[in-house]
């Protein structure tokens, strides 16, 4: 009995996708492309409007995915795609030094682009994105206008070992410390760095678990009352930080210097709480993914630039022109 | 007296490590950091109390975090998104965890499934639900319902730096009401019986599939309480890892508490106690500076070594009595 239905069932969804894809085939062989995310948050939900505008505009279709559970599931989804005979993937690396295997196995069957996060060592034919290095040192700046005189810095970022997260904590710790521009130095994960004025306590990482975000920042206004500043790399962490802050009763004690545009990020530095934040614009990343990669798939390679870098700038919002950033990103997510 | 032997056993474990932590770092002490180490126990301890109700049952609930997730992008959706009133919002997010509790229960005693599945499959489904439903776009607060999220971040002030963190008041009612239950009521007695011996308690007549229904529906409710507290906690909520694990936080602190995973033990403040252990680990690794890295692996083993700890002493103990009896009946 239970078979029988089960065999109907198996039937019904083949012949229904069996007949979807016949309806599209007599249409015309409509491109389809992938575009991969490191992970799930409102700033994807925003760069997948771009790439479906992007679709829209190109006349392709675009499947987006956003990988749950890391790396592994990013590599599933990545297969899937290929499985499907996708005809080009946008890829947010999560661990680039070690996913050299699956990004290059894009590159060996279909066009291959990283966008948001670079993997420069893989096949990949461009990256589209902002330098995540330079945004760290924009980061670092918003530091050194909220302590003028010098302090003590936390840092919290949801994964270390990530190129965007490691490139931007690298630029704010360099920027603190006054050296030269090397996207390659990298300081130890965990311990304090000391600079001359600046003094970076300890970087600390949560998993994208929101709770022991704000656990740990907590945590670290009981270890170091006397802190200046927390910096929040990933757009959760920022309002996390200002939670912990409010509900120890250090607002204004403690700066707070965010990285993208949560709506949280955006309050607090309309209502002085927070410093300011260095914004992206995942809208232009899906966007700019999709048009590559359609342009790609149709054979004109004139999309890809020389240095095979199209820069999508960072922004650094504060008190000045929150007001006009936050009007234009509300008309971005149709609100 | 062999209860109060494994309360003793956890709850040296925690001075342990609140005392070698106190020392080393003399910041852990500052009441700012209490109250939020008694907080976040108190979020962990109400929802491992469901679970201990399972686990007595000898059952055991996989589905807690995603519970923990569903209700927490409800809450916000229904309040801020469809603008419901707040009790009429509370109500529904109870209701629909006391739903899943009785779908879990009858599942499980009426089809007789196993409830590793029934509640692995909830932990997918609840999740992909949460997911779906959201979009997976984060559900927040904002900065409304100030009023309401003072039962999750606010505190019935002791002194200027102090105060009682709402969360615990929660807790205890629960404690309180769980412990009643459990012990001095004739339901909490069948459930113990059941969870020793599901089959000679049928026979003596206890309506067992009643009793491991009435398990779940706890289980759920306290997941669904839960729920609601982190929402209003964190305010903002990402129904893709809101909650993710927190199953078996609540099902290591049941069985750190001396819950048996054979069932038919179990004691409500062994239970809190457990929670309480694996907050303050978590609380220690972030203020002695030990890499984040690190977290889990200190965790883990700080929890073999208790639970070994716990069964050494429980061995020697047994030991001791038996070689009572057997002077006493020598002697005789």
């Known amino acids: 009995m239970f078979r029988k239905i089960f065999f109907i069932l198996v039937l019904a969804v083949a012949s229904y996708t069996v007949a979807g894809c016949a309806g599209e085939s007599t249409s015309e062989e409509k491109i389809t492309v992938g575009y991969v995310t490191n992970g799930i948050s409102d700033f994807w939900v925003i760069a997948e409007k771009g790439a479906q505008d992007g679709a829209d505009s190109m006349g392709v279709n675009v499947t987006v995915q956003m990988p749950p559970e890391g790396t592994s599931d990013q590599k599933r989804m990545i297969q899937d795609l290929l499985a499907r005979g996708i005809d080009?993937?946008?890829?947010?690396?999560?661990?680039?030094?070690?996913?050299?295997?699956?990004?290059?196995?894009?590159?060996?069957?279909?066009?291959?682009?990283?966008?948001?996060?670079?993997?420069?060592?893989?096949?990949?034919?461009?990256?589209?994105?902002?330098?995540?290095?330079?945004?760290?040192?924009?980061?670092?700046?918003?530091?050194?206008?909220?302590?003028?005189?010098?302090?003590?810095?936390?840092?919290?970022?949801?994964?270390?070992?990530?190129?965007?997260?490691?490139?931007?904590?690298?630029?704010?710790?360099?920027?603190?410390?006054?050296?030269s521009f090397d996207p390659e130095r990298r300081d130890p994960n965990a311990g304090p760095i000391v600079g001359d004025k600046y003094t970076i306590l300890d970087t600390r990482t949560d998993q994208f678990d929101f709770a022991r975000a704000k656990s740990q920042a907590e945590d670290a206004i009981a270890k170091y009352p006397?802190?200046?500043?927390?910096?929040?790399?990933?757009?959760?962490?920022?309002?996390?930080?200002?939670?912990?802050?409010?509900e120890a009763g250090k607002e204004g004690q403690i700066k707070i210097i965010a990285f993208d545009e949560e709506d949280d990020t955006l309050q607090g530095i309309k209502d002085g709480l927070m410093q300011g934040t260095i914004?992206?614009?995942?809208?232009?990343?899906?966007?700019?993914?999709?048009?590559?990669?359609?342009?790609?798939?149709?054979?004109?390679?004139?999309?890809?630039?020389?240095?095979?870098?199209?820069?999508?700038?960072?922004?650094?919002?504060?008190?000045?022109?929150?007001?006009?950033?936050?009007?234009e990103l509300k008309a971005l997510r149709g609100e | 007296m062999k209860k109060s032997v494994g309360i003793l056993g956890i709850f040296g474990l925690l001075v342990t490590i609140v005392l070698i932590t106190a020392i080393l770092e003399p910041s852990f002490t500052t009441p700012y950091n209490i109250q939020n180490t008694i907080r976040w126990t108190s979020l962990f301890g109400i929802i491992s109390i469901g679970a201990a109700f399972v686990i007595i049952t000898g059952g055991?609930?996989?589905?807690?975090?995603?519970?923990?997730?569903?209700?927490?992008?409800?809450?916000?959706m229904l309040l801020v998104k469809l603008g419901w009133s707040i009790p009429l919002a509370l109500l529904a997010v109870l209701v629909v965890s006391l739903a899943i509790g009785l779908l879990h229960g009858l599942l499980i005693t009426k089809m007789r499934l196993q409830p590793f599945v029934v509640t692995l499959c909830g932990l997918l489904f609840y999740r992909g639900f949460a997911r779906w439903l959201t979009g997976d776009q984060t559900q927040g607060f904002g900065n409304s319902f100030d009023g309401l999220r003072q039962i999750a971040i606010g505190r019935i002030p002791i002194t200027d730096s102090f105060g009682i963190p709402m969360p615990f008041v929660v807790l205890v009612v629960l404690a309180i009401l769980a412990g009643i239950f459990?012990?001095?009521?004739?339901?909490?007695?069948?459930?113990?019986?059941?969870?020793?011996?599901?089959?000679?308690?049928?026979?003596?007549?206890?309506?067992?599939?009643?009793?491991?229904?009435?398990?779940?529906?706890?289980?759920?409710?306290?997941?669904?309480?839960?729920?609601?507290?982190?929402?209003?906690?964190?305010?903002?909520?990402?129904?893709a890892v809101h909650g993710n694990f927190y199953e078996l936080y609540a099902i290591a602190a049941a069985v750190l508490g001396g819950c048996s995973l054979r069932g038919g033990e179990g004691t409500i403040l062994g239970v809190i106690i457990g929670a309480a252990v694996m907050r303050v680990l978590y609380n220690a690794i972030n203020i002695l500076g030990i890499p984040t890295q690190l977290e889990f692996a200190i965790i883990g083993a700080?929890?073999?070594?208790?639970?070994?700890?716990?069964?050494?002493?429980?061995?020697?103990?047994?030991?001791?009595?038996?070689?009572?009896?057997?002077?006493a009946s020598e002697s005789v």
């Open chain 2, 182 to 239: 459990l012990n001095y009521t004739i339901w909490g007695r069948y459930l113990l019986a059941l969870g020793r011996n599901e089959e000679a308690a049928r026979y003596s007549g206890i309506n067992t599939e009643r009793m491991i229904i009435v398990a779940y529906v706890i289980g759920a409710l306290t997941a669904g309480i839960g729920g609601i507290l982190f929402s209003l906690d964190v305010n903002s909520v990402q129904p």
């Open chain 2, 302 to 327: 700080v929890i073999l070594l208790g639970v070994m700890a716990d069964e050494l002493v429980k061995r020697i103990n047994e030991k001791r009595k038996r070689m009572e009896m057997q002077a």
């Open chain 1, 88 to 179: 080009g993937i946008a890829v947010s690396p999560i661990d680039p030094a070690n996913q050299g295997d699956i990004l290059n196995e894009i590159a060996r069957n279909t066009r291959y682009i990283t966008h948001d996060s670079d993997a420069p060592d893989t096949d990949r034919e461009v990256y589209i994105g902002m330098d995540n290095y330079t945004a760290g040192r924009m980061c670092g700046k918003l530091v050194k206008e909220a302590l003028p005189d010098g302090g003590e810095v936390m840092i919290f970022v949801g994964r270390l070992g990530q190129l965007n997260a490691d490139q931007r904590r690298q630029g704010v710790i360099d920027e603190l410390l006054d050296r």
């Open chain 1, 279 to 327: 914004v992206q614009n995942p809208y232009r990343y899906g966007f700019e993914s999709v048009r590559v990669l359609s342009s790609l798939a149709r054979g004109d390679e004139s999309v890809i630039p020389a240095n095979k870098f199209i820069d999508i700038p960072a922004r650094s919002i504060t008190a000045e022109n929150v007001d006009e950033f936050w009007t």
């Open chain 2, 60 to 76: 055991i609930d996989l589905s807690v975090g995603s519970v923990v997730g569903l209700v927490g992008v409800l809450l916000p």
């Open chain 1, 226 to 246: 006397e802190m200046d500043a927390m910096v929040g790399l990933f757009g959760y962490n920022p309002p996390k930080c200002l939670e912990a802050v409010k």
